[in-house]
């Protein structure tokens, strides 16, 4: 894999990260357990697959 393909996966995994950040906000204010859990674990996959990018 090249760098430019690195960086493109890496900008499409923050955004993603970004939106399910906002997802949670939302869940939390709306005391959804729920789906606040399923996007906390979002942001967790997201996170381990950076992680194993950048290493």
Avoid: C, G, P, W
């Avoid at 990260?17 to 939302?26: G, P």
């Avoid at 996007?39 to 997201?46: A, D, F, P, S």
């Amino acid at each position: 894999m090249t760098n430019l393909e690195q960086l493109q996966i890496l900008a499409q995994l923050v955004n993603s990260m970004e939106i399910s950040a906002l997802k949670l906000e939302k869940t939390y204010n709306e005391k959804d357990i729920e789906n606040f859990n399923k996007h906390k674990q979002e942001i967790l996959n997201i996170q381990n697959r950076i992680s194993h990018i950048i290493k």
